[in-house]
């Protein structure tokens, strides 16, 4: 087994930028789970209000495809704010009780995570900002016509993601060169 120095691993960024491909990586080379944060969303919504959490409601209804970009990211970083408490709570619960875990997804901000980092809590947000490549990475995952307006949401996103980062000095990852993610992850939790 691999020496780790970390117990809660998160992995946040915009969709289709290849974060999911890299918590997995991770998670296979130091044998431990991945959460995918994004599943978290769908199991809270049940027992969540409207007024209490109006942006996990938003979409209901809405055709997010003409929404526009900047909606379809205001409604993103809405739902990742409405959620920061359970974030939260999932890394305490983990770091209390010693249980190695990754957790990724969409709905994580980087002002979200830079007050839960400690020695014992790592974050990164993997970078992937040509339009294209985020074009081919939903093609070769889920086949079908080019998204291109979905990849547009993306990079907007990924770049409100960096800028937020850059900011608050929280870590970043680009994904490509895809051979070497594994090794940068590495290095960049070991620094």
């Known amino acids: 087994m691999n020496n780790r120095n970390w117990i809660v691993l998160i992995i946040g960024g915009a ?38 959490h109006p942006a996990l409601f938003d979409k209901d209804g809405h055709d997010w495809m003409n929404l526009g970009v900047e909606r379809n990211v205001n409604w993103l970083k809405d739902v990742s704010r409405e959620l920061a408490d359970t974030l939260k709570r999932l890394v305490d619960r983990h770091t209390e009780d010693n249980l190695p875990v990754i957790i990724e997804g969409d709905f994580i901000l980087p002002e979200s995570v830079k007050q839960l980092l400690t020695p014992s809590v790592k974050a990164l947000f993997v970078q992937e900002p040509d339009i294209n490549q985020i074009i081919r990475n939903y093609q070769s995952r889920e086949s079908g016509e080019p998204q291109t307006y979905r990849s547009e949401i993306c990079v907007s996103y990924n770049d409100y993601i960096r800028k937020s980062c850059n900011e608050l000095g929280v870590a970043m990852l680009e994904s490509r060169p895809w051979d070497t993610a594994l090794q940068r992850t590495i290095e960049l939790l070991e620094n």
């Open 15 to 52: 969709s289709g930028t290849g974060k999911s491909e890299i918590a997995y990586k991770i998670a296979r080379h130091y044998g431990i789970n991945v959460l995918e944060f994004d599943d978290i969303h769908c199991a809270v919504k049940p027992f969540a209000t409207e007024e209490n």
